[in-house]
């Protein structure tokens, strides 16, 4: 067994494709090994044999790497590995069939080692170059601007036989960006990600006017459009119901990204990349037909024990060739027929479990909104800001909790609505605290944001924040030394003039899962204050 049988190998890149031969099959044959082998000795980092260049088998062995090749010149048949401790495993296969010439490549990286994987994003551009694949996944976005390279970028999105995602980066509008002082074209840099998910993914780019275009295409419930990303899944089409299985992501999440270690629009397009790749990895190409160097060498052998035997006529020695064929042929097909089913069997498995989330998202979200119809014969809420602790400590008991750093905010506050603050701190108590606890939505959370006019983000950088002395620390639990960080805050308003700027600061108690508030109604000071 090959080391790509073993656990630890990945694959990083599979590709077969029909190699077009408009010059000639013997010139487009050989031109394909050339670009290979100056692929090979990039790798090397030394020059192959001279014999190598013409095509012929060949083997060599180096303290870190192992180059082989095997070529069967009267069936235009040639395979070629590379085995690297550095950069990996790449294998490519050549074959011609039936006047017409067949490319196969595929690439591994072992996971437990740390080392640069560039050589493997070289080595799917180069096969990619070959394949002549549009749009291309050889590192570059494909730039969608205009109304052909719209519908080109359609047409590949729609393709059954496409094996790879389609990441479509969509531009921002200047006019709706509310984030920060200066904004970005899009959300995540289209470059770095077509580069990093070079072979295993199209990475493609919508202009403002081609987002119309897309949606005219596509259809409105799956389209993309100011700096949201959008990943279409292989299999795609647009009368399925389901939307998560070609999910996408708006740029305000992308703006607050937020998962273990990553955050904003940096930590996406990691978790974007992982994403990917561990879809890639689960990938199954169709080889039936193809012969890299270890089906190739199982036939150079039959081959030449056939050879040995002087067995005549020459029609029983094809004949004889072509039994060794079918029964490697037969033992790829059965193979692949296996892994696709247990694949489809995933997909199914997959699929279920996403319908019994979505029934059980939609039983929580109708008690959601039977709690909201039983919150809204309460009393009416305080009016004046010296009521506002009494009544969070009464209908958010358990829920919210406010620190006594946080009621003396509120001893002094000048903030113009005092009910505003109440809403607010509801809406901690019940959208924010379910969906911590996965009985709610995100989606919903912010939603219920908009329609008070609030956001809620991160409060500053941790490393920025022990330049504020303890403004972003608060005791708790109360009475103990420990300190904790306000991650988080509740904003409404630009202006720094207390009555009209309205701003939160509170972490999640995952322990007794409540928010904590540790700080309101007004700024705490940064370097812009």
Known sequence: MGKEGHARFVKTFQLRSL???????????????TAVLAFAETVTTRKLPAAVG?????????ADCTVEAIHLPERRLWSFRIDSEKSGIFEVALIERDGELHLGGRGFRDSTLLYPIIPQFRFAQTLSKIAGLEPPVSGQPFAAAGPDSVRTLFRHVMDLKRKYPVVIVSEVNSGQWRNSTHTPRYMIDPRSLAVNLSGIATVATLSIPASMEWSDLIGRPWTVYDGAVRTYYPGFDSREENLSRHPIVFKD???NFERDQLQGA???????ETVVRHYAETVEMDWNGMFFVREAKILCDEVELIAKEHIRPTEQVVE??????????EQLRAKTEAAAMYQRQGITLKSELTKQRKRALEYRERCDDACARVKAVLPNLPDSHDKVAEWAKRELAGKVFLHQRAERGLAKAQYQSPELICQALALLGTEYRNARLGLG??????????ELGLACKGSIERGRAGEEGTDYYVNYPVGSDSQCFLKMKLCKGNSYHRRYCLRIYFFWDEKAQLVVVGSLPHHLSNRAS
């Open 19 to 33: 190699l077009k031969t408009g010059t000639g099959l013997e010139q487009v044959y050989r031109n394909t090994m």
């Open 54 to 62: 013409k095509g012929g088998s060949f083997l060599r062995r180096g």
């Open 253 to 255: 999440c992308i703006w």
């Open 266 to 272: 940096a930590g996406f397009a990691a978790f974007l």
């Open 320 to 329: 004889q060739e072509s039994v060794i064929v079918r029964n490697l042929t």
């Open 441 to 450: 939505s995100d989606y919903k959370f912010r939603k219920r944001c908009r």
